[in-house]
């Protein structure tokens, strides 16, 4: 299908009414992208050389998703909410425009459509057919437009309000989804009427359209979770385990070690090199890539960040966007790293916080150090040489640098740079008093008498 030109229709009109949301159900997310961002992946996947999204109106939210995603999207309005084949004409325009050999139809709140399927929904097109609809068989028909079928040829998409009692037991059910040959696409969907008590333009009438004109149609099976719609907070949770469940596959087939799978969670876009090994309880949010050899610890969240290779992560660790960790670098239990470069070797093994840094090869960051990066209306950064040793509970306040091979001695609070190879200490000076811890003692032990005594 390389050599034949596609256009993707994508029907994202739909509102939050049901999910109990202010936002338009497509902009919820699974796997950290949106539901309409899975679709447009899937889509551009699927080697489609247009995408149009029909949106309602004061959806510019919607329209600004899709740019995103694909920033040679055109957008159009549906006005009037008067059913599937009358939000599909709002593309008209694109339709006569673009003069497709093929026209995918498919929905916005379907974040498990796969590419292969869409493909596979395209196939029949090539050999010949006018409309190909994506059917499934699901445990309960229930509710569900059945497909009426002889042979290999598509007869007609029957609603179940509509469907006869034979036609009720048919298990073979309509995915929603279709596909129609751009020849004749307009001159079936305008011959679309509204005949149903709803008054409404349904594209499942294309089927008996488009064999009323001589052509043919088929029916294309796919998995149910591939046509599986979103229009609650359920479906919502429903979908998103089985996003999970094909992203765990997806690393386990690649090589990557999942020790407790089912208490991973991916996004979409989480990239492993090879021989990673992840540990139980670990969530990734977007935009992280953990190269080979590396290691990432229990309870550990990462979002934003790169991880180089032979690197080692948490337990409980926090990685925020800007973080790359270099070659066999340690970021231990309990510390936080946001923007900031740790280089090859360097390690900070517990309970610190380093942002807005650069931290040099084989520095070592002692427990309960910081970088004061925030002075209340700016972030400042802070430098950290190669084979720098910075001491247990020590604050460093940016802007500040710390050369090469300096030390810092535990518990100081740094302020001014510091130069390679030098000691810095800065913490106020011990002080012992011989007897005194005696001494104190007595003075509360006579407090607490006279506090009992009576008036």
């Known amino acids: 299908m390389k ?8 029907l994202a009109a739909g509102e939050g009414t049901r999910m109990r949301s202010a936002s338009p159900k497509v902009l919820h997310s699974i796997a950290g992208r949106s539901l309409l961002a899975h679709v447009l992946a899937a889509i551009a996947e699927a080697g489609v050389t247009a995408t149009a999204v029909i949106v309602g109106p004061g959806q510019e939210a919607v329209a600004a998703e899709a740019r995103r995603v694909l920033p040679d999207v055109k957008c159009f309005v549906q006005q009037e909410r008067r059913g599937t084949a009358h939000a599909v004409l709002a593309a008209n325009s694109a339709i006569k425009r673009q003069q497709p050999d093929d026209i995918l139809i498919v929905y916005g709140d379907t974040p498990l459509i796969r590419a292969a399927t869409l493909s596979r929904l395209r196939a029949p097109l090539a050999a010949g057919a006018a409309v190909a609809a994506l059917a499934f068989r699901p445990s309960d028909p229930s509710g ?5 079928v002889a042979g290999d040829k598509l007869i007609a998409i029957r609603e179940e309000a509509d469907a006869s009692a034979a036609e009720k037991v048919i298990g073979l059910c309509n995915g929603g989804m279709m596909a129609l040959a751009g020849a004749h696409a307009l001159a079936i969907l305008e011959r679309i009427g509204d005949r149903n008590r709803k008054g409404e333009f349904y594209l499942t009438d294309a089927v008996e359209i488009a064999r009323g004109m001589k052509l043919d149609a088929v029916a294309v099976e796919a998995e149910e979770n591939d046509v599986r719609g979103i229009n609650t907070k359920n479906q919502l949770a429903e979908a998103q385990a089985v996003a999970q469940q094909r992203l765990r596959q997806a690393a386990l087939d690649a090589g990557v070690t999942l020790v407790a799978p089912e208490t991973v969670f991916l996004c979409a876009d989480t990239k492993f090199g090879k021989d990673v090994v992840v540990e139980p309880y670990v969530v990734f949010g977007q935009q992280v890539t953990i190269e080979d050899g590396a290691v990432i610890h229990s309870f550990s969240h990462l979002a934003g960040a790169h991880v180089g290779k032979g690197a080692s992560v948490g337990p409980f660790a926090r990685l925020r966007p800007g973080t790359r960790l270099g070659e066999k670098a340690r970021i231990g239990n309990f510390v936080e790293v946001k923007e900031a470069v740790i280089e090859a070797g360097a390690k900070a093994n517990h309970l610190s916080y380093i942002g807005d840094a650069s931290v ?12 004061c990066n925030y002075d ?5 950064r802070t ?17 500040v640098e710390i050369g090469d091979g300096a030390y810092v001695g535990s518990g100081s609070v740094i302020t001014k740079n510091v130069p390679a190879d030098a000691l810095a200490l800065a913490r106020g000076r011990q002080v012992i008093k011989e007897g005194g811890a005696a001494r104190l003692r ?3 032990s006579l407090g607490k008498k ?4 009576p008036d």
Do not use: M, Q, W
């Open 383 to 399: 430098s950290i040489g190669k084979d720098a040793f910075i001491g247990s509970n020590s604050a460093l306040v940016a802007p």
């Open 3 to 10: 050599d034949r030109t596609c256009l993707a229709i994508v």
């Open 376 to 380: 209340g209306s700016a972030k400042h």
């Open 450 to 453: 006279k506090a009992r005594s």
């Open 144 to 148: 569900y437009g059945r497909l009426v």
């Open 442 to 444: 007595s003075l509360k």
């Open 360 to 371: 040099g090869a084989n520095a070592n960051i002692g427990a309960g150090t910081i970088t």
